[in-house]
């Protein structure tokens, strides 16, 4: 018997074993890529985007913001995009300088997941995730109508049924495909006060503020659009 519970105990162990390794063999291949895609972001992003840093007025940066990316971006469109950013983020060019129209450039398969996995590290601890749900259908008749009344589509591109897909403005960010590009609890966090994140940027913003319900539920409408 003593020597079934030693053989036993020598399995337990070597197992035990094998799978510390295990788990610090990927803990360490994790840090690599998140290294390595720190490199990338650093030596190539950052000459025009922001990872670091207080807030700032659109009119003094580049590009937008990744300080937040973890929070702000989808992994697998991000990654997609990187590739392929043919798709215009903002119509006519960041703010409106034309220096800021050219198109994106692009990486690789490996070069874009490794600045994905990094951007994801990048965190505000003022967004709460997991507060945005599916809208129900007396809150996304609700945010519609807020939408539309407020006057959204006059600075965004909206989806919609028309020859071309889409209506609206180009003052701003296209709202087109957001629910596949955008998180819904940083959209949130971001309709409830743009200045938090974006001081002096000319977003419309509805004096008195509305009831964070109906951010809400304007918040819900705009993640049903694709």
Same mark, same amino acid.
């Given at each position: ?5 030693? $053989? ?33 972001? %650093? $030596? ?12 700032? @007025?659109? #009119?003094?940066?580049? @590009? ?7 929070? #702000? ?16 983020? !903002? ?5 409106? %300088?034309?220096?800021? #129209?050219?198109?994106?450039? &692009? ?6 997941? +490794? ?9 505000? &601890? ?5 507060? +945005?749900? @599916? ?21 965004? !591109? ?12 180009? &003052? $701003? ?5 957001? &629910?596949? %590009? ?18 002096? $940027?000319?977003?419309?913003?509805? #004096? ?7 951010? !809400?539920?304007?918040?819900?409408? +705009?993640?049903?659009?694709?």
């Amino acid at each position: 018997m003593t020597d079934v519970w030693r $053989s036993g105990g020598l399995l337990v162990a070597l197992v035990v074993g094998m799978t510390t390794v295990f788990a610090v063999a990927v803990t360490r291949v994790a840090a690599k890529g998140e290294q390595a895609g720190e490199q990338v972001v %650093r $030596s190539t992003c950052t000459g025009c985007h922001r990872i670091e840093g207080p807030v700032a @007025a659109r #009119k003094t940066k580049k @590009a937008p913001d990744l300080i937040w990316a973890g929070n #702000k971006y989808q992994p697998a469109w991000l990654v997609n995009w990187l590739q392929n950013p043919d798709f215009k983020l !903002y119509p006519v060019g960041y703010d409106f %300088r034309p220096d800021r #129209k050219k198109r994106h450039l &692009s990486l690789t398969a490996d070069q874009a997941k +490794m600045v994905v996995d990094f951007l994801a590290t990048r965190k505000d &601890s003022r967004i709460t995730e997991g507060v +945005m749900k @599916a809208g129900t259908p007396e809150q996304l008749a609700r945010g519609q109508s807020l939408y539309q009344e407020h006057g959204c589509q006059n600075c965004h !591109y909206t989806p919609a049924g028309t020859p071309k897909g889409y209506v609206g403005g180009t &003052s $701003s960010t296209s709202f087109i495909k957001l &629910s596949e %590009r955008l998180n819904a609890d940083w959209v949130y966090r971001f309709n409830l006060n743009p200045d938090d994140f974006e001081p002096d $940027s000319g977003a419309y913003i509805p #004096k008195p503020p509305l009831p964070d319900e109906d951010i !809400y539920a304007i918040t819900a409408y +705009m993640m049903t659009f694709k």
